[in-house]
C-alpha cells in the first residue's frame, strides 16, 4: 500500500495539513537514463596530471599574482615569487601531510631535518611564501554591513575555480548530499558546530558526492545569506544549489538526509526529473498518518535467545538498502580528507584551513578520477602512493634554489653545485658523556662546530662533527667537556 496525495494539483498544497488516501503501490520508472562517461585515454595521465584537472595552472596563476599583490599591500614591497616556486611550496604542504612532525620547523631542524622538504626549498623562502600566501585582493573587499559583503571573501574565486572543475567531471548514478566539518580553532562566526562530526567545531560545507567519494559540488556555509531562502527552507535551497549540475530528467538519484527533506522538496526535484532518497521528520510529512515506531519495530518473526535478549527478523525494504548503500559518499571522501589533512596552524589567516581543504580535495577527487579511468587489469596505486608521487612531482618541477643577487645561474652551473651534507648536532648527554670521542681525519675541510669560522680536516668519530685542534685552540677538548 501507499499514501498518496488527495489532489490532483501539479504542486503540492502549502496548507499545513493535506487530505491522504491509501492505494495501491506502483514501481515506479526509475532507471538510469545516462550513462557514466569514462575516458580510456585519461589513464595514460600521471597522478599529478589528474590532480592539475582541478587544482589547474589557472589556480596557481592566480595565487601566484594575489600573493604578489598581498605582498605590496602589506609591506609596501615587490615580492618576486614563480608559478614553479607556489607548485614546490604546495608540494611541501602536500608532504607534511604525509610525513607528520611538531611544527613545520622542524623538517628544516638538524635534529629532525627531512630531506626531502630541506632541499626543495629554504626554511626562509618557505616562510616567506607562507607570510604573503593570499587568494584574493583585499581592496575590492566590500565593508560590513554593505548588501554586497561576503564573508568569504577572501578565499570566494579559490572556491569558485576549483568547484568549476569538479562540476566538469561526468556524475555518477547515485549521488548524496551531506556536510562537512573542515576543523578550525579561530574565534570566528564562521565556525560552526555539529555533534555528529569526528570534528565538531570549524568550517561548514554542504558537499554533493558520488558513491565513489568524488566531490562533483559544495558550497560554504556562512550563516545567513548563504543562499537565496526560498518557502523550501535553506536546507532544501542548499541542495537545489548543489543539484544545478545534475542533468534533468534522466533518472539521476539525489539521496539527503531529513534535515534538508520535505514533502515539497522532493516534488520540487521530482519536477526536474530527479529522483529522491531521504529520511524525514514527522513534522514535515503534512498530516500524513504513519505506522507508529512501537509497530514497526514490533513486525516480523521474534525470536529469544538464552541472554533474555529478543530479536525480531524483518525483511529490509528495498528502498533502505539502497539509502544505505548510497549515502556514505561524503563520509568516504572526509575518510580520505583525514589520512593525510595538513594540519598547520595559522594565528592570523583564518582562511588558510579553508585552502588547505581545497587543495586537499583536489588530489582525493583526483585519486578518485584516477581509479575510475584505469585500464582493465592495470593495478592502481593506493591514496598514499598517489598523494606522495603528487608532492615528488611539484618538488621536483620547481628545481629551485632561493633567488640570490648577482649573474643568474645557468643549467651546467645548477647541475655542478653540490649539495651540503647535513649532519645532525648529538644530544648533549652523547657530547658530554667522555667515552668513545676520538679525533679522526676527514678528507676534505669542513667548518669547526665551535669557533664556526675555521675549517679543519679533524673530526670527532662519534659525534660526527668537525672540530679544531691546534697547538693554539683545542675545540675538540671545549665541545666535549663544556
Known sequence: MALILGTAASKPSKRRDLAWRKVDFVQPDAAWKDHLVVDQEMSGKTPLEFVRLFFDQGVVNHIRDQTKIYALQKDAKEFGVSSAEMECFFGILAFTGIVKMPSYRSYWSNETRYPVIADAMSRDRFEQIKKYLHFNDNLTQKPRGDPGH???HKVRPLIEMIRDNFMKIPPEDHQA????????????????????????????????AGESGFVYDFEMYTGKGSVDVSDLGVGADFVLRLARGIPKHKNYKLLFDNWFSSLDFAQTLSDQGILTLATVRANRLKGCA????????????????????????????????????????????????????????????????????LFNLSVVNGWLLYRRCLAAGQKPMNLLQFKTDVARALLSG?????????????????????????????????????????????????????????????????????????????????????
Open 150 to 152: 561576503d564573508k568569504i
Open 177 to 208: 548530499v551531506d556536510e562537512q566539518i573542515v576543523p578550525t580553532k579561530q574565534r570566528i562566526s564562521l565556525k560552526q558546530y555539529n555533534p555528529k562530526k569526528p570534528h565538531k567545531w570549524g568550517y561548514k560545507f554542504t558537499s554533493r
Open 290 to 357: 504513519l505506522e507508529s515506531d512501537s509497530r514497526l519495530k514490533a513486525r516480523g518473526n521474534a525470536v529469544e535467545c538464552h541472554c533474555g535478549e529478543v530479536y525480531a527478523d524483518v525483511k529490509r525494504p528495498y528502498c533502505v538498502k539502497e539509502y544505505n548503500r548510497f549515502m556514505g559518499g561524503v563520509d568516504l571522501v572526509d575518510m580520505l580528507l583525514e589520512l593525510y589533512r595538513i594540519d598547520f596552524k595559522s594565528r592570523s589567516k583564518w582562511y588558510m584551513r579553508i585552502f588547505f581543504f
Open 398 to 482: 620547481s628545481s629551485l634554489a632561493t633567488p640570490k643577487r648577482g649573474r643568474p645561474l645557468s643549467d651546467a652551473d645548477t647541475n655542478s653545485q653540490k649539495k651540503r651534507n647535513y649532519t645532525c648536532r648529538p644530544p648533549d648527554s652523547t657530547r658530554l658523556d667522555g667515552q668513545g670521542h676520538f679525533p679522526a681525519w676527514i678528507e676534505s675541510k669542513q667548518r669547526c662546530r665551535v669557533c664556526v669560522q675555521a675549517h679543519f680536516k679533524v673530526k670527532c668519530v662519534k659525534c660526527e662533527v668537525s672540530l679544531c685542534f691546534t697547538p693554539n685552540r683545542n675545540c675538540f677538548l671545549t665541545y666535549h667537556t663544556m
